[in-house]
């Protein structure tokens, strides 16, 4: 069965640094894996997905991710982030030829003045 | 409307109470899910539509949990007999397409509180 770690549950960063967020997975099978935020009280907003071709994937509000296939990892990262960044973010992975997605646990970036 | 919508945004049931959720994904997809969000964690899989087939409700937690989408669009989720545990968000998501790695819209959710 397909399952998504998210290590950290909360990373803390001083507004324009540079932040990684880290998710890995466990399939083994190809699957598709998908960055979601979701702002409080809000529903979940799609940031990227990576489904194949080049490893790296752009997404919104300046945010890359990075599929590693050797590792199982796609981590996300923003070079410099935003207060607006704050929110919790989770990682997803799809598989066996449906849209089922399969969360991680979240974590929640907290961006400081 | 523009995107996932979800109503009531906010419910409070006592215990026992039946509540009743509903979902208008976004006009023209095919596909709809409901998750089931509790405090502190991520999304857990409830059910999968294809138009007003029901493929998937592997994730329904018990049989107090019911869900249709009688003519392929609105879709409604029912819990019977609520208990303290159902407390959570309760997301519905839409994709246009049936094939893997579509993007899936969210609503905002139904935040589901038992006392």
């Known amino acids: 069965a397909q399952s998504v770690t998210q290590l950290d549950s909360q990373v803390p960063v001083f507004e324009e640094a540079p932040v990684e967020l880290r998710c890995n997975y466990s399939?083994?099978?190809?699957?598709?894996l998908f960055w979601y935020v979701q702002y409080p009280n809000q529903g979940l907003q799609l940031l990227l997905k990576y489904l194949s071709g080049s490893t790296l994937v752009k997404g919104i509000n300046g945010f890359e991710a990075e599929f590693n296939k050797s590792q199982t990892s796609f981590h996300l990262r923003k070079p410099s982030v935003h207060i607006s960044d704050t929110a919790e973010y989770f990682c997803a992975v799809t598989s066996g030829g449906t849209d089922k997605l399969i969360f991680g646990t979240g974590t929640r970036l907290q961006v400081f003045p | 409307g523009a995107g996932v919508s979800q109503s009531p945004r906010y419910k409070v049931a006592k215990r026992g109470q039946d509540v009743a959720l509903r979902c208008d994904p976004i006009s023209g997809h095919v596909s709809l899910f409901w998750y089931q969000q509790a405090l502190g964690q991520g999304p857990e899989f409830l059910t999968y539509?294809?138009?007003?087939?029901?493929?998937?409700k592997s994730g329904l937690p018990s049989d107090r949990f019911f869900a249709e989408r009688p003519e392929g669009s609105v879709s409604t989720l029912k819990i019977q007999r609520t208990q303290q545990e159902d407390s959570a968000v309760y997301l519905c998501?839409?994709?246009?397409?049936?094939?893997?790695?579509?993007?899936?819209?969210f609503g905002e959710g139904s935040w589901l509180t038992v006392v």
């Open positions: 539509f294809q138009n007003e087939a029901q493929l998937d």
């Open positions: 998501a839409s994709s246009f397409l049936t094939s893997q790695g579509n993007t899936i819209y």
């Open positions: 399939s083994s099978v190809s699957v598709y």
